[in-house]
């Protein structure tokens, strides 16, 4: 699986878009992107996934770039109830090694 | 549904000492993992269960031992407790069937060993 680099923490107005990037560089044409996030010491929660398009959902957007290179969560009106670890993982979808970074943290500021 | 939950939520033990932890789903899937997460640092895959019988190690295997007892439990064993192992212990489990395969984790067990 590939290798995923992430800020270690960001800040966001409540209200306002919060951007979360992503890097995975040496992702390969069959693995997909994943976010999850992790709030204070409850276990991880799924937000979306994607393999090239745009993605979106109930939660959250998923931007992949055309070189599928990188990639951007959008949370599109933060609240405080956001405020959490973001993980970003890449990984082919039948493989068992989900491997987690130590993600952004994100804080949702009012 | 319940979902994945985990037994104990709280553990303390002393060096040396043993336990399990337990772990059960009710969706019917059949991966599941374990993991571990000390203080601010990301997750560690210890081991995992692809299917019901088989199990595989992960990132951080030694010191722990694992039994998937059926399809629905996932037990971790710590054989002879060290400090080291102070940690939050995560169960999950996953369809991979399911397209996306995306995982679902318990609330976690907070295990310390003095």
């Known amino acids: 699986d590939a290798k995923t680099t992430q800020p270690p923490s960001m800040d966001c107005a409540e209200g306002r878009a919060a951007n979360l990037p992503c890097n995975h560089s040496t992702i390969s044409g069959n693995e997909y992107v994943y976010w999850y996030r992790q709030i204070h010491s409850q276990g991880p929660q799924y937000i979306i996934h994607g393999l090239k398009n745009n993605e979106t959902n109930e939660m959250a957007s998923l931007i992949i770039t055309e070189d599928r290179k990188s990639s951007t969560l959008i949370l599109p009106h933060a609240t405080l109830r956001d405020t959490a670890v973001y993980y970003c993982?890449?990984?082919?979808?039948?493989?068992?090694?989900?491997?987690f970074g130590t993600g952004t943290r994100l804080k949702v500021l009012a | 549904n319940a979902g994945v939950t985990q037994t104990p939520k709280f553990q303390v033990l002393k060096t040396g000492q043993s336990m399990t932890l337990q772990c059960a789903q009710d969706m019917n899937h059949n991966s599941m993992y374990w993991y571990r997460q000390d203080p601010g640092m990301g997750l560690r895959l210890i081991y995992y269960?692809?299917?019901?019988?088989?199990?595989d190690k992960g990132e951080v295997p030694n010191g722990y031992n694992v039994s998937r007892l059926n399809k629905r439990e996932f037990s971790l064993r710590l054989e002879s407790a060290a400090p080291s192992q102070t940690s939050v212990y995560f169960c999950?489990?996953?369809?991979?069937?399911?397209?996306?395969?995306?995982?679902?984790f318990g609330a976690g067990s907070r295990l310390t060993v003095l």
């Open positions: 999950a489990s996953s369809e991979p069937g399911s397209g996306a395969n995306v995982l679902t």
């Open positions: 993982i890449v990984r082919l979808p039948r493989t068992y090694k989900y491997i």
């Open positions: 269960s692809a299917s019901e019988g088989t199990t």
